[in-house]
Structure formats: structure tokens, C-alpha cells
């Protein structure tokens, strides 16, 4: 079979031309969703369909590379994006089914004072963002959500908020893959983009608890619930300053996110925010139960699933004390060349491009770490209960599984779908071709930066796919126009940021696990807004830190 190229002015000669036609199947994408009002699944398919097309006739890619193109973003989609959400889910049915969830609730209760909307920031922000850190790939939102539907908050107002609070934790998220994949593939120090990275997120972070508050109780929300929201979200944006600039990027968001959480603890012993009650009563929740009759030994078993999470993906991210865990790990990893793509799609120097092997991580993903702690949290729930009370069985534990793959069936067909959508621009070059005209427009590109990794990550649900796809490219372009090549990487992780609570894959995942599955379009349009505001606060950010404010660079 021939070799292919992708090209960025495939259409016309024009890199203009080959943008404004790459850009097809993300408008087919968002008409369907919003204009049609069709189902995500439908919209995700039209828009593959679409981005076919266009690689076959606008690109010149062959049919038969396209189409295998595709089958790679399909693999990845159904392992191990699909793999977690699945566990992700299926961990939280394990709380629910042993009756220990009931007891989660009454303790953050107890943590925030009786105040829904703190406790759902606490869940969202601050345990949503140590989740991000440990596992990523939508984990955070698929648990958090399903969390703080449990204290009864509204569906659409639940999926809303975890989507927006997962934006501050994003760029370290995973151990901070998404940065280690920029410096990496650019020989950058990934450690300096790190501390780049740091001196623009908490500018996000700050803001985050005060949305959350508008979020869930409109302005009354933030008159009553100020305080708590500005020290969560300073508490946050100063550990992640101080953490990715002194300490350890990769670390970054576990350190933010126990600080954060350890001072909203404290902060609530001595404040208590006004109108707790009248918020229960506006949007219809019952009063919570009398939680003195908690017993240490109850709020600890509570906990415990949470606390063996963490365990299980410290020993997994972290471990290096006799045997290298992580090191251990990834040897189980098993590389598969792709059919008919690999080896057929060269750079332009003729070198094989390495996308193309298909890396199996059936031992190292974060979906079999979660059901390894799933599978650990039973067996204890099977040993430890009260007099049968609490009891867990571990045939009742396993049949959950399968729940909850039957209830994923339609959103991973919008996840696959989303994903071979992504394959196939970014084999075929409409990605890249968007990316190079932004790149293309002088001076203004510091003002634009952040964009790429912001539309990266909104057709891949992924900061680091979004790094993989354009650090090479923010380098290229900030090196040509005399700006700080980390400082466009940077840029391109923290643009990343909040692209992602817009990305078909992460609005897949917060309908389901709020089951309003086939209502992602109703998300949309509610989360839309904020990202584009806080894209263009970190634009701007980046552009004043290009020249006036760069004094505040590390």
C-alpha cells in the first residue's frame, strides 16, 4: 500500500482553505447537537461520516487509511476511555449497594455544616480534583456527579457542576501526563512548563467555587456562601502556584486538592454560611438526618472506599520503594501496530508517524485500578459489616458491572464515535490545518495560543491528546514569532483546561452518570458559556504574560 502525508494545505494550496474545510465535521457535530437537537451518539456519527469525507476527497488520504484511522480512535474509545467510565461508575453502585453512600452523605453533612451548596463544591472541586490528579480520562466527573445527584441535587444542575469544576485540575491532572507529553515531544523541560502552567491556573481556580456557587443558588448562592468559595479557591490556586513552581509539577494537583480541602475543614469549624435551610426549601430537598448518632467507626467505613482509591492509584502513579510499581506496570503494557496504518502514514521526511501502534494498557489504565479497588472495597465490605447490616455480597458487587456496561451502551457509542472522529483529522491533517492558519496570523498568535489546546481538547475529551496534537506546532510558531516556546505550551495545557467540560466525550459522561442520557445538547448549552469566558480570561492572561506581565514568569 502507498504512503500517505498529511499535508496542511491540502485544499486549494491554501492553509486557509484546508482550515475552513477541516472544520466541517466539528460544525456537522455541534448543528446536529444543537441545531437538529439529535442524540450525541447520531451527531458524533454524522460528524465521523463527515470528517470521511473530507480526509478522502479534501486531504487525498486513501479510503482504505481513513477508514482504518478510524478503527484506531474506536479501540481507544472502548479501552480504556469506556473501561473507566464503566468502573468509574461501577465503584460508586459498590457504595450505593452496600448502603455505606447513605452515611458518605450525612458525613459531608457533617463536614459542611448542613450547607448543600458547600458540600457539593467540596465533592466537585476538592475530591473531583484529587480523582483528576490519581486517574483523569473522566473518572472525576463520572463519580463526583453521581455523588452530588445523591444529595439531591437536580440532574442537569448536577452534571453542570462537575463539569465545570473539573477544569482548575485539568492540566496536572493524571500526574500531570498532559504536560510531561508537551516537553517531551518538544525537549522542552516539562518540570518549567510545569511552573508556567502554575502561574496561570489559579487564575481559573480562584474563580471556579464562585461559579459553582452561581451554579447551584444563582447570586443568592455567592452572597450567602462567599467566604467558603474564596478560601477554597485561594486555598487551591496557592497550592498549585506554590507546588508547581517549588515542589513537584507532577504532585501539583494532589497537593492543591488536600490543601484545599484540610483549610475548607477548618474554615467551617469557626463560619457557617447563611441560608442553608432556604436553599433546601427552594429547590425541593428534604432536610438531612440527625448525623449525631454517626459513630466514628461509620464515617470511616464511609470513607473507605475513597481512601482505598487513592491508595490503590498511589501505589500504582507513585510506588518506588523496593520494586517500581508504575515501571512494573507499563511493562504489562502491550504494544499492537495497526493494521494497514502503520508504517503507511509518514512525516514528510518519510519517518512513520507513532501514532499508529496502539498501546493495549490493560494492567496500567486507571479503569483496572479502580476495579481493583472496587474489587478490594467488597471483600472488606464482606468482612467487616454489622450484624449483616451494610453487608455486600461479592456475586451482588459483579452483577453492578454489568449494569453498569448495559447503561453506558449509548454514551460509548458517542465516546467511540468522538473518538474515531479525532483519529481521523488528526491522521488525515484537518486538525493540524486548523491549528497552523491560527499559528499563521503574526503577532496576535500569544493572544490565540491557548485555543488550540482549548479546541484539542474539545474534540478529544483529553488535555494531553490536545499536547500531542499541537506542541510541536506552539513551539514552531513561538519560535517564529519571537515569543517563549514554554510560555506557548503552557498556553496550549492551560487553553486545554476549560475545552474539556465542552468535549462530546465529557458531556457523554456526565449525562450518564446522571442518567439523562440523549439530553447532552441541554449541557451544552449550559456549560458553553462559561468555557468560552474563561477561555478568553486565559487568553488574555497569556498574551499580557508574553510582554507586559512577563515579569511574573518563572
Not at 363 to 392: D, Q, W
Not at 394 to 402: C, E, I, K
Request: proline letters at 5%.
Amino acid at each position: 500500500m502507498d504512503t500517505f502525508t498529511a499535508t496542511t494545505t491540502a485544499v486549494g494550496g491554501s492553509v486557509g482553505l484546508s482550515a475552513l474545510v477541516a472544520i466541517l465535521p466539528l460544525l456537522t457535530f455541534f448543528i446536529m447537537l444543537l441545531g437538529v437537537k439529535a442524540k450525541a451518539h447520531t451527531s458524533a456519527l454524522s460528524a465521523l461520516l463527515v470528517s470521511i469525507i473530507v480526509a478522502v476527497i479534501g486531504f487525498k488520504m486513501p479510503v482504505g487509511l481513513t477508514l482504518m484511522s478510524g478503527t484506531q480512535g474506536l479501540a481507544y474509545g472502548a479501552f480504556p476511555i469506556v473501561w473507566i467510565i464503566v468502573t468509574a461508575l461501577w465503584f460508586y453502585q459498590v457504595t450505593v449497594e452496600s448502603g455505606r453512600f447513605e452515611d458518605l452523605r450525612l458525613t459531608f453533612d457533617r463536614i459542611g455544616g448542613g450547607d448543600i451548596r458547600i458540600q457539593a463544591i467540596l465533592i466537585a472541586f476538592c475530591f473531583g480534583g484529587l480523582l483528576e490528579a490519581l486517574a483523569g480520562f473522566g473518572a472525576p466527573v463520572a463519580i463526583t456527579a453521581t455523588m452530588i445527584l445523591a444529595l439531591g441535587v437536580k440532574p442537569l444542575r448536577a452534571a453542570v457542576t462537575v463539569l465545570v469544576a473539573n477544569t482548575a485540575p485539568v492540566a496536572f491532572g493524571a500526574l500531570a501526563i498532559p504536560i510531561t507529553t508537551a516537553g517531551t515531544l518538544t525537549g522542552e523541560n516539562p518540570a518549567h512548563i510545569g511552573a508556567i502552567v502554575g502561574h496561570q491556573a489559579p487564575f481559573v481556580a480562584v474563580l471556579v467555587p464562585f461559579i459553582l456557587l452561581y451554579l447551584l443558588d444563582g447570586f443568592r448562592g455567592v452572597r450567602d456562601a462567599w467566604p467558603a468559595a474564596l478560601v477554597i479557591g485561594l486555598s487551591f490556586g496557592l497550592a498549585q502556584w506554590w507546588s508547581a513552581t517549588h515542589f513537584s509539577y507532577e504532585l501539583t494537583d494532589i497537593v492543591a486538592c488536600l490543601v484545599s480541602l484540610g483549610v475548607a475543614v477548618l474554615f467551617l469549624k469557626v463560619w457557617k454560611p447563611r441560608g442553608t435551610e432556604a436553599f433546601r426549601e427552594r429547590i425541593g430537598i428534604e432536610a438531612p438526618r440527625a448525623t449525631e448518632g454517626l459513630r466514628p467507626v461509620r464515617v470511616w467505613m464511609a470513607l473507605l472506599p475513597y481512601l482505598v482509591v487513592v491508595g490503590v492509584f498511589a501505589v500504582g502513579k507513585l510506588w518506588k520503594a523496593g520494586i517500581d510499581v508504575p515501571v512494573a506496570l507499563k511493562k504489562t503494557d502491550i504494544k499492537i501496530p495497526w493494521p494497514v496504518t502503520s508504517g503507511h502514514i509518514v512525516t514528510s521526511s518519510g519517518k512513520p508517524i507513532s501514532g499508529t501502534t496502539f498501546n493495549l494498557q490493560w494492567l496500567s489504565n486507571p479503569g483496572t485500578m479502580l476495579l481493583i479497588a472496587g474489587l478490594i472495597v467488597t471483600v472488606l465490605y464482606m468482612i467487616f459489616h454489622e450484624n449483616g447490616r451494610y453487608r455486600l455480597g461479592f456475586g451482588q458487587s459483579v452483577a453492578q458491572l454489568w449494569h453498569c456496561f448495559y447503561r453506558m451502551r449509548w454514551s460509548a457509542l458517542t465516546i467511540v464515535s468522538v473518538l474515531a472522529l479525532a483519529y481521523v483529522m488528526n491522521f488525515s491533517g484537518q486538525t493540524v490545518s486548523i491549528g497552523t492558519y491560527l499559528a499563521s496570523l503574526g503577532g496576535v498568535f500569544a493572544f490565540l495560543a491557548p485555543t488550540l489546546g482549548w479546541l484539542g481538547t474539545a474534540v478529544t475529551g483529553s488535555d494531553t491528546s490536545a499536547n500531542a496534537l499541537f506542541s510541536n506546532l506552539q513551539h514552531t510558531a513561538a519560535t517564529n514569532a519571537g515569543l517563549d516556546p514554554d510560555l506557548m505550551l503552557a498556553a496550549n495545557t492551560s487553553g486545554g483546561v476549560v475545552g474539556k467540560m465542552i468535549s462530546p466525550q465529557s458531556l457523554a459522561i456526565a449525562a450518564t452518570a446522571v442518567e439523562m442520557e440523549g439530553k447532552e445538547s441541554e449541557i451544552f448549552k449550559r456549560v458553553i458559556p462559561w468555557s468560552l469566558a474563561m477561555l478568553v480570561i486565559i487568553c488574555t492572561l497569556v498574551f499580557l504574560q508574553s510582554d507586559l506581565i512577563s515579569w511574573m514568569l518563572p
